[in-house]
């Protein structure tokens, strides 16, 4: 059964992936326990789950994944469909699914599974004989789901997830005359689709995302929606070059004030500027980045299409989520809801990444069956 295992060599792996990625688990540790004690053993737990689910898909040759890309767009679909049909709310969204032992959202694991999907859809499209029916193929398979995580509603990782895609998209070699004028229709096409659903009353954008726009133009006006972003940018500056330590229990700390709800999820930046000030929030940055560039290196050097897609498509899946996180908790963007990769609390976020970095260590590795 599990014979892909015989001749698995540790020699050759990319471990700077897995260092990288170690380093900023420790750091989200630290600092998800400093934000909320209770949930640090939690996050220890998660953070090592996540190392040896790393380890253990790397074990798992890459082609095995590309050879079911169909299955794994199917379970995709699936586990997307069940968030809309049975979905667990919270704070006024079904983006989660709860199955007694088990709570976890979907929408994460869809991320790595869609970048599985398409670098193998799109490597098996190199020979195609229209590059406008592989485009409109792949786009549309890519907005059924794209509409689904719209639909919980969850705007933030729509646009994240659908940007990893037009990544993949852009390197898969299809002419760029072709992205830029689709890009353009899409526009219209896009505008009036969502005016038809909202006519049935399915309303894809919510008045609260609106709201967080506003809120992020004109603070002043809306100081009860924005208060939350506002603290956050004080906490950072007022963490300086060094910060105010870790585990600050001072009268003046923006953390301890409970002036950040929840801290230790969308805004651990915040935690981490306060507290480690610019050169804890720069090592955090330089991490990140690291990652992203290991991910498309590993891919340049990658035996075939699909490994170069998947890996550049989960680097930039990573940097993209990351930019977003940061420019949110620094007020450069309005507020979403994305964790901060491999540091914020939520296990789902967490794992779902290690295993997707657990995929590029394979690549790197290039341990395919018969060399």
């Known amino acids: 059964m599990f014979s892909w295992i015989k001749g698995y060599r540790l020699k050759g792996l990319p471990f700077v992936l897995l260092l990288l990625m170690a380093g900023l688990m420790c750091l989200g540790v630290l600092a998800v326990g400093s934000a909320e004690p209770s949930l640090q053993k939690r996050q220890l737990a998660g ?26 767009y199917g379970a995709c679909l699936v586990l997307l469909l069940l968030t809309r049909l049975m979905g667990d709310e919270a704070g006024g969204a079904s983006r989660w699914v709860d ?29 195609a004989k ?15 789901l ?49 005016w038809i659903l909202s006519q049935f009353g399915i309303e894809l954008f919510g008045s ?7 809120a992020w133009l004109n603070p002043q006006e809306y100081a009860q929606e924005s208060y939350q972003q506002q ?22 700390s923006v953390k301890n004030g409970n002036y950040i709800p929840e801290p230790q999820t ?25 990652i992203c560039l290991t991910c498309i290196a590993i891919g340049r050097r990658a035996s075939d299409t699909a490994g170069r897609l998947y890996c550049a498509g989960f ?27 491999f540091v914020s609390y939520g296990l789902s976020s967490l794992l779902a990444l290690c295993i997707g970095a657990g995929i590029v260590i394979n690549v790197g590795a290039d341990r395919r069956e018969g060399r």
Request: glycine share 12%.
């Open 231 to 252: 603290n956050a940018v004080m906490a950072i500056g007022s963490g300086r070059l060094s910060g105010k330590g870790l585990y600050n229990e001072g009268p003046l």
């Open 130 to 144: 229209s590059q406008w029916r592989l485009f409109l193929a792949g786009t549309g398979l890519a907005g059924v």
């Open 315 to 341: 680097g930039f899946l990573v940097g993209i989520q990351g930019f977003v996180n940061i420019c949110v908790a620094s007020g450069l963007m309005p507020n979403t809801g994305l964790t901060l990769p």
């Open 208 to 214: 609260y995302q609106l709201t967080r726009i506003l």
């Open 47 to 72: 953070a090592a789950a996540g190392l040896l689910l790393a380890l253990f898909f790397s074990m798992i040759p890459y082609r095995r994944w590309m050879e079911f890309a169909w299955p794994v």
């Open 146 to 194: 794209l509409v689904l995580i719209l639909l919980q509603p969850d705007l933030s990782t729509a646009i994240v997830t659908g940007a990893s895609y037009l990544a993949v998209l852009f390197l898969s070699g299809i002419r760029l005359r072709i992205l830029i004028g689709s890009f353009l229709a899409c526009i219209p096409i896009a505008a009036a689709g969502t």
């Open 99 to 127: 199955i007694g032992i088990l709570r976890f959202q979907p929408s994460e694991i869809v991320k790595i599974g869609m970048l599985l999907f398409f670098a193998a859809f799109f490597e098996r499209g190199e020979d």
């Open 266 to 290: 969308d805004f651990i930046m915040a935690v981490i500027g306060e507290e480690l000030g610019f050169l804890g929030s720069a090592a955090v940055i330089l991490q990140l980045f690291s």
